[in-house]
């Protein structure tokens, strides 16, 4: 199984500053790469497909990078609405898996 | 209005079976591949198990295998996730999900329902 390790697991930022969040794959995966964010107490929202492709209705503060077994999610200015742990997942292979999560804090 | 809506959900004794439904509405169900996701009490997203189009082809997390299926039935817009011999550590709220058309990530989740397997 692809294991994926995500980096910091918990983060505090003020809002207006740059966030970055590292997804590593324990073998290559292509783009085949997903990053989601999920409030607290509310599913999940898809925020990146395919590495780097933003969803639609995602704000452009976020966007995606990498290939091959290392990934990022930038948030170019972060806001208080961003709050929340952040899941990268990867659809290379079956059995598909999540990273371990990534918490949010606004300072 | 697009969603997805699970239901079927309860709380059981260990080795029990329970089946847990997704009513689909507002698009084109049988278009689409889905997903089953589990979350543990205050814990990740695990994904457990994914069907396409017309049910021919599915996928399971190695725990659950042998033990859970899932099926759809594009007539009804429903999936399912049928459980059996339930471990405690199978609780969590179950999302169904649904794949992009033209990828397997999710671009729609459900809200959930919980199982809880517990003597």
């Known amino acids: 199984d692809i294991q994926l390790t995500q980096s910091p697991p918990f983060l505090s930022a003020s809002v207006g500053d740059r966030v970055t969040i590292t997804c590593r794959a324990s073998?290559?995966?292509?783009?085949?790469l997903a990053w989601y964010q999920q409030r607290p107490g509310k599913a999940p929202n898809v925020l990146i497909y395919?590495?780097?492709n933003l969803y639609s209705g995602v704000p452009s503060r976020f966007s995606g990078s990498g290939s091959g077994t290392e990934f990022t999610l930038t948030i170019s200015s972060l806001q208080p609405e961003d709050l929340g742990t952040y899941y990268c997942?990867?659809?290379?292979?079956?059995?598909?898996?999540f990273g371990g999560g990534t918490k949010v804090e606004i300072k | 209005q697009v969603q997805l809506v699970e239901s079927g959900g309860g709380v059981v004794q260990p080795g029990a079976s329970l089946r847990v439904s997704c009513a689909a509405s507002?698009?084109?169900?049988?278009?689409?591949?889905m997903h089953w996701v589990r979350q543990a009490p205050g814990k990740g997203l695990e994904w457990v198990a994914y069907?396409?189009?017309?049910?021919?082809?599915?996928h399971y997390v190695n725990s659950v295998k042998g033990r859970f299926t899932i099926s759809r039935d594009n007539s009804k817009n429903t999936l399912f996730l049928q459980t059996s011999s339930l471990r405690p550590e199978d609780t969590g709220v179950y999302l169904c999900?649904?794949?992009?058309?033209?990828?397997?990530?999710?671009?729609?989740w459900g809200q959930g329902t919980l199982v809880s397997v517990s003597s």
């Open positions: 069907i396409g189009l017309d049910g021919s082809d599915d």
């Open positions: 073998q290559g995966i292509h783009i085949f």
């Open positions: 999900a649904r794949a992009r058309l033209d990828g397997h990530d999710v671009d729609l």
């Open positions: 507002g698009f084109g169900f049988s278009s689409h591949g």
């Open positions: 395919e590495a780097s």
């Open positions: 997942q990867q659809l290379s292979n079956y059995p598909l898996t």
